[in-house]
Nanobody
Framework: VQLVESGGDLVQPGGSLRLSCAAS????????MSWYHQAPGRGREWVAT????????TYVDSVKGRFTVSRDNAKNTLYLQMESLKPEDTAVYYC?????????WGQGTQVTVSS
C-alpha cells in the first residue's frame, strides 16, 4: 500500500489549496478514504471521510462549509479542496486508509496559513 500526498504550500489567510493523495497497492474503489491533520504540538486529528463512490462525506465541525473531500476512482486519487483557510488550519495533512485490520498513512504534506 502506498499513499502519496501533494499540494501543500504556504498560503495567506482566506486563500485556497487543493491537496491530492495518489493511492496504490490496494483496491482504492472499494475503500473508504480519509484525511487527517496534525498541527504543531498536537496529536493527529480526523478531518474528513469519503465513501466508496463519493456519495457520502463527513467532516470535523471546524472545516464544515470550507473543505470538500472528493475522489476519482479511475485515477486512484483522493482530494481535499480547502477554501477560506485560517491560520489554525496550519498542519501536516495525511491521507489514510484501513485495509482489513491494517491502517496506512501517507508521508504527509505541509499546509501553512500565514500572512
Amino acid at each position: 500500500v502506498q499513499l502519496v500526498e501533494s499540494g501543500g504550500d504556504l498560503v495567506q489567510p482566506g486563500g485556497s489549496l487543493r491537496l491530492s493523495c495518489a493511492a496504490s497497492g490496494f483496491p482504492f474503489r472499494l475503500s473508504y478514504m480519509s484525511w487527517y491533520h496534525q498541527a504543531p504540538g498536537r496529536g493527529r486529528e480526523w478531518v474528513a471521510t469519503i465513501s466508496l463512490t463519493g456519495a457520502t462525506t463527513t467532516y470535523v465541525d471546524s472545516v464544515k462549509g470550507r473543505f470538500t473531500v472528493s475522489r476519482d476512482n479511475a485515477k486512484n486519487t483522493l482530494y481535499l479542496q480547502m477554501e477560506s483557510l485560517k491560520p489554525e488550519d496550519t498542519a501536516v495533512y495525511y491521507c489514510y486508509v484501513k485495509v482489513g485490520a491494517q491502517e496506512y498513512w501517507g508521508q504527509g504534506t505541509q499546509v501553512t496559513v500565514s500572512s
